[in-house]
């Protein structure tokens, strides 16, 4: 029996699915955490076969010693993976301590999360990546804005979603952020676009078994700052465009045995990197979409990521196919804002097309708002209906 061991199995709270899938196809799924056991639901107990409580997650030698015991009681550990982009640099130092090479092991780490670092695999893949510079002294950055012009982005090179990305628009704001001493970000010129996304399972020769995609009209960015509401949907097919370049791109890295989601940008005016509507690179992402967006997926394609996913991990292969095709939007609502309709006014127009409402997990509500609406429709029009209605803040004379 082969072993997985699972690396916070219960955060997002849906991937006791994967569990789940790893199990039915006959793994010894071990999970590690820092959530009691008593603690965790009920389906993800019945999908573990041992979990190791560690005090912090953080703490590496405690997760160390968890996998040694694992492999004492178990024997080889085949796969370690957490699908969870906080901690793929844990994932990798833990390969690459114990020999395991079913992944990505510590010295891939800086192409799969360092930006910079990823331009040089995206120019590998024939893909187009924004002019950038890294932020050492505010005379390089000068030196780099005079040839870019603002406004210019700003953020960790080595960081997770939106979280502390800013846009510089004049010299004050350029200051400001310089006298904060940032450490470790990288300046890239301003790309005018939404973000379409390349989401697939790929298997251990690099070939995908499932494919789809996403569309953010805003920016995440934006949203993180200014405390906004939230929507992205999932397309009924991948645009052809955005898959060939992810095909590409997950060649130029190396991808196998794995959920990816990469972000591309995709032009909403001419400028200096392309022309409207072009497709370019924004950065990778060597697990699934975040949050609720597997089952989204599922929503969208009327299939199972969970199994395939697991499926691949089993078998490097899957028997399950798509079924009827929707879009599949996420609408996430600001606690603290006054919407025209109430959370019934939802249901009852909608009730027909809503699959879920829930509560934002807290640590995901910075990009993804407090309350949740997901919802499946035929048509671009109907899905335009939805935002607009769950969205629409009250006038001042409506209130």
């Known amino acids: 029996m082969k072993n997985f061991i699972f690396i916070s199995p219960n955060f997002p709270a849906n991937y006791w699915k994967f569990c789940r899938h790893l199990k039915n196809n006959g793994f010894n799924v071990l999970g590690i955490g820092d959530c009691p056991y008593d603690n965790l639901i009920q389906e993800l107990k019945s999908s573990l076969t041992e979990y190791y409580k560690v005090d912090s997650l953080e703490n590496y030698d405690q997760v160390y010693r968890a996998v040694a015991f694992f492999i004492f009681k178990y024997g080889k550990i085949d796969f370690i993976e957490s699908n969870n982009e906080y901690w793929l640099e844990r994932d990798a130092r833990l390969r690459t301590a114990f020999n395991i090479t079913s992944g990505f092991n510590e010295g891939d780490i800086k192409k799969i999360k360092y930006k910079s670092e990823m331009k040089k695999y995206y120019k590998k893949a024939g893909v187009k990546t924004a002019r950038y510079c890294l932020v050492k002294d505010i005379e390089s950055c000068r030196a780099f804005i005079s040839e870019v012009g603002y406004p210019v982005i700003v953020k960790p090179d080595n960081g997770v979603g939106a979280n502390d990305t800013y846009k510089l628009e004049n010299d004050e704001q350029l200051s400001k952020f310089m006298a904060s001493d940032p450490q470790g970000y990288i300046m890239e010129e301003f790309i005018d676009a939404e973000v379409n996304s390349y989401d697939a399972i790929i298997d251990s020769k690099g070939k995908p078994i499932f494919e789809t ?72 992402n060597m697990r699934p979409c975040g949050g609720i967006s597997p089952d989204m997926m599922n929503y969208a394609n009327s299939t199972d990521v969970y199994k395939i996913w697991a499926d691949m991990i089993a078998f490097d292969c899957t028997q399950v196919k798509p079924g009827e095709r929707y879009f ?71 209130k």
Do not use: W
């Open 328 to 398: 599949c939007a996420f609408a996430g609502r600001r606690d603290g804002k006054d919407f025209l309709f109430s959370e019934q006014d939802i249901v009852d127009k909608f009730k027909s097309n809503l699959k879920n409402i829930g509560r934002v997990p807290d640590a995901l509500s910075a990009a993804m708002g407090n309350t949740m609406f997901l919802a499946t429709f035929k048509t671009v029009e109907e899905m335009d209906e939805f935002y607009s209605e769950v969205l629409q803040v009250k006038s001042p004379e409506k």
């Open 213 to 284: 995609g996403n569309v953010t009209p805003m920016s995440i960015m934006d949203i993180v700052n200014n405390n906004d509401n939230s929507l992205y949907y999932m397309v009924n097919k991948p645009f052809p465009d955005v898959r060939a370049l992810g095909r590409k791109t997950v060649k130029a890295f190396g991808v196998k045995s794995r959920f990816v989601h990469f972000e591309f940008f995709r032009l909403l005016s001419d400028q200096h990197i392309g022309k409207k509507g072009e497709v370019v690179a924004l950065e990778v």
